[in-house]
T-cell receptor, first 114, second 113 residues
Framework: EPEVTQTPSHQVTQMGQEVILRCVPI?????FYWYRQILGQKVEFLVS????????KSEIFDDQFSVERPDGSNFTLKIRSTKLEDSAMYFC????????????FGAGTRLSVL | AQSVTQPDIHITVSEGASLELRCNYS??????LFWYVQSPGQGLQLLLK??????LVQGIKGFEAEFKRSQSSFNLRKPSVHWSDAAEYFC???????????FGQGTELSVKP
């Protein structure tokens, strides 16, 4: 069964450093998403991406965040200068165009900012 | 504002017992409703979904959920829990045209032998 793949599974970084979280969505999916879950809190929407542009973003997704689809298979989330409060589990999701908004999630990347 | 509430943070049931996990939503339009499950080290796996029609929906692993518009609820049920069902369960609401999902806090399920 096709699945969304995220790498790395765990990323440790120093405050102020840039990190790139990587995702390989399901191959025929056209909508891509990033969510995050701070420990003990809800899963929160960050951004959605379609047709090579951001279609929606949350208040969390400020200028420190960016997304990119650098090639036909990868979808990345970059945090330019990490803060302690960016420590969280980051989930990538993808879905088909049209249809019923059924999103398929990866296993997540745990980001630890020290 | 749209929101999803899962009132139970942690539930413990005995293996073989029945299970009901609660979910209430606040949403302006007819929602699309989802239950996801997350086992340790795994991603969010879709258990079941409701879009329209029959308000009782069946999912994978023997789970079902019932949509009750009058109560703004979408509770998840299973008649007989297995030890492998121990995991965290998330209720979510989405738009019918795509876009973000709004998640509840999650309910952690523990299963006693």
């Amino acid at each position: 069964e096709p699945e969304v793949t995220q790498t790395p599974s765990h990323q440790v970084t120093q405050m102020g450093q840039e990190v790139i979280l990587r995702c390989v969505p399901i191959s025929n999916h056209l909508y891509f998403y990033w969510y995050r879950q701070i420990l003990g809190q809800k899963v929160e929407f960050l951004v959605s991406f379609y047709n090579n542009e951001i279609s929606e973003k949350s208040e969390i997704f400020d200028d420190q965040f960016s997304v990119e689809r650098p090639d036909g298979s990868n979808f990345t989330l970059k945090i330019r200068s990490t803060k302690l409060e960016d420590s969280a589990m980051y989930f990538c999701a993808s879905r088909l165009a049209g249809g019923k908004n059924i999103q398929y999630f990866g296993a997540g990347t745990r980001l630890s900012v020290l | 504002a749209q929101s999803v509430t899962q009132p139970d943070i942690h539930i413990t049931v005995s293996e073989g017992a029945s299970l009901e996990l609660r979910c209430n939503y606040s949403y302006g339009a007819t929602p699309y409703l989802f239950w996801y499950v997350q086992s340790p080290g795994q991603g969010l796996q879709l258990l079941l979904k409701y879009f329209s029609g029959d308000t009782l929906v069946q999912g994978i692993k023997g789970f079902e959920a019932e949509f009750k518009r009058s109560q703004s609820s979408f509770n998840l049920r299973k008649p007989s829990v297995h030890w492998s069902d121990a995991a965290e369960y998330f209720c979510a609401v989405g738009y019918n045209q795509g876009g973000k999902l709004i998640f509840g806090q999650g309910t952690e399920l523990s299963v006693k032998p």
